[in-house]
């Protein structure tokens, strides 16, 4: 049996809700006056986006026994699916009117929260004791290469986690807060601001700031409730937005980063800049926190306290020991420091084996790739991917406001190998991350424009004539605000149709020195692309509706390198 809480004092604060500070103690018995109303289920959905709800509901249902499934997305279908899976069930949520439309049962925290506060909630001390065994939680792998696979948490590992990252990074100094931008479904939020918060006597502050002025309030509400300092846990995506913006950021004494390798130079920028040493981890669903490495000083990881790493009998990298209750084979590929992981058994992350790509007999990581695409100028978000499984080059979606595309692609060339120039590139408003960052591949082919189907090229005189066919998704990410109501398919994403007729036969388009658009194009209209290209150098082109065209013009053209 191990305790709920550990580390606390009975009067001392557990959770800041809304700046109003709760003890441990008071915790304590409002976690177990909500769990003996909770509806008798097994499982237990929690769906509150409330920092204080959240862990209030955690600990309700860790008294009742019950085990909290954490779905991979916010999708109600993704919610659907997982109720045929995991019948027996309800849902936590933030307050009625947040209930979702899942047909179980439904408990809202926030009322429990506000009877708290007005009357003086009956203190429970010490704190209940949970079996080591009991299934905490159901938690999911990411989904960003495929289906999300189900990996149940006992109380016991969950704890030992825990105590894997406090030994790794030190325990907060008595005072400190924890601020996190992650949710609390994942691993690593769950880690950080959940399992941190109930075993290392340290208070979660409710807030879970999206914009930088979000963080900055909230820093600056923590220090006037009374915490002496912050942890902040984030994202390498979160973390380089919030330094876009924020030339300080007071109370912060330390930031703790994961689901993504941070860039060494931004690690740097922000411990310059901001006078706060940043720690990452590397770690998994399956596993939790594996290591870690302050990436500002060093490229390579350290093993977390109490693990061991090395190479399977088929030469996979795996780890062991610690709060791992097996040894677990790894995905990544890692390089170490010294042969087998002697020593210190230091490494650096390579990237996944689905991260590197092969093109025109050249290799590359996407990692690296993404890496170059996120420094350029004006560009503040983008991922390059594989448009299919069998594709031999690479497409991107950008988030640039203000940037041209063909200005995007100049800078880029100077930065990665023509080979992986990503055609077609896509201006989007924004990505489909999840809340941890990560990007399902599924979602952003989704983004893509229905793939272009060429036929057969013929040669005449020197001319060559491609067609093909294409339409033009409601959901593609150029249309929203264009023209609301009566959508009209922007002239530049007509143009990427045809680049990607001529990329897919082999040619690079160079300038469009002429093109005039004749009638408005509305999406989901089936599009014909006619494209005649005179001595390998210029293309003549047009895309027609129902045998009438609605866009003709001229390309400067020639064989693209990455054919060659």
């Known amino acids: 049996m191990l305790p709920l809480l550990r580390g606390y004092e009975p009067d001392q604060t557990v959770l800041f809700d809304r700046g109003r500070p709760i003890s441990a103690g008071a915790f304590c018995g409002m976690a177990a006056a909500t769990a003996v109303r909770l509806p008798g289920a097994r499982f237990a959905f929690n769906l509150c986006e409330g920092r204080a709800e959240f862990l209030l509901a955690t600990a309700a249902a860790l008294l009742a026994r019950h085990t909290l499934v954490l779905p991979p997305s916010r999708l109600a279908r993704t ?52 079996p080591r065994a009991h299934i905490v939680a159901i938690m999911f792998t990411s989904g960003t290469t495929g289906a999300p696979q189900p990996h149940p948490k006992t109380w016991g590992e969950m704890c030992a986690g825990t105590q894997t990252l406090l030994s790794s990074f030190g325990v907060p100094p008595r005072g400190t807060a924890i601020l996190g931008t992650v949710p609390p479904q994942h691993m690593f939020g769950f880690e950080t601001t959940v399992m941190l918060a109930l075993q290392a006597g340290t208070a979660l502050l409710d807030a879970r700031p999206v914009y930088p002025a979000d963080l900055s309030h909230a820093t600056n509400e923590a220090a006037a409730s009374g915490a002496a300092a912050v942890w902040l846990m984030s994202t390498p995506l979160q ?51 594996l290591a870690t490495r302050r990436p500002g000083l060093s490229r390579h990881f350290l093993p977390a306290v109490g693990l061991v790493f090395g190479r399977s009998p088929a030469g996979a990298p795996q780890v062991s020991g610690g709060h791992l209750a097996q040894t677990l084979i790894l995905d990544d590929r890692l390089l170490p420091e010294s042969p087998g992981f002697a020593g210190g058994g230091r490494f650096e992350i390579l990237g996944r084996d689905d991260d590197m790509v092969k ?24 991922a390059m991917f594989l448009p299919s499984a069998d594709a031999t080059r690479l497409a991107a979606v950008i988030v640039a406001p203000g ?10 060339a100077g930065r990665i190998d023509s080979a992986f120039m990503p055609r077609p590139l896509i201006l989007a408003h924004s ?34 004539t491609l067609t093909g ?56 209209t089936p599009l ?30 020639g064989p693209s390198v990455v054919d060659t």
């Open 79 to 130: 919610r659907a699916d997982l109720l045929d899976v995991y019948p027996d069930s309800y849902c936590f949520v933030d307050a009625p009117a947040r209930a979702n439309d899942l047909p179980v049962p439904h408990f809202a925290l926030r009322p429990a929260l506000e009877d708290a506060h007005e009357a003086v909630p009956i203190a429970l001390w010490p704190p209940p004791l949970i």
């Open 239 to 289: 973390l380089r937005a919030f330094h876009r913006e924020l030339r300080a950021l007071p109370h912060v004494t330390r930031i703790i980063t994961a689901t993504m390798p941070l860039d060494r130079d931004l690690a740097r920028a922000i411990e310059r800049d901001w006078q706060i040493p940043v720690d990452e981890i590397f770690g998994c669903t399956e596993g939790g926190i």
């Open 359 to 382: 093109i025109a007999g050249k290799r590359a990581s996407l990692q690296a790739l993404n890496g170059e695409l996120l420094a350029l100028p004006g560009v503040v978000d983008g």
């Open 403 to 412: 940037c041209a595309k063909h200005e995007i692609r100049k800078t880029l």
């Open 431 to 464: 990505l489909p991350r999840d809340g941890n960052g990560k990007l399902a591949v599924g979602e952003l082919r989704a983004l893509l424009p229905a793939p272009v189907t060429a036929t057969a090229p013929s040669d005449a005189d020197d001319n060559q």
């Open 469 to 524: 066919s294409a339409v033009v998704p409601r959901d593609h990410p150029a249309l929203p605000g264009h023209f609301p109501g009566h959508p009209i398919v922007p002239g530049v994403v007509l143009l990427e149709l045809m680049e990607a007729l001529l990329a897919h036969n082999g040619y690079g388009v160079r300038g469009c020195p002429q093109v005039k658009f004749l009638i408005p194009v509305a999406p989901q």
């Open 528 to 557: 014909t692309l006619r494209a005649v290209i005179s001595h390998h150098t210029s293309a003549r082109f047009a895309i027609d509706i129902a045998g009438k065209s609605a866009v003709v013009g001229r390309f400067d053209c």
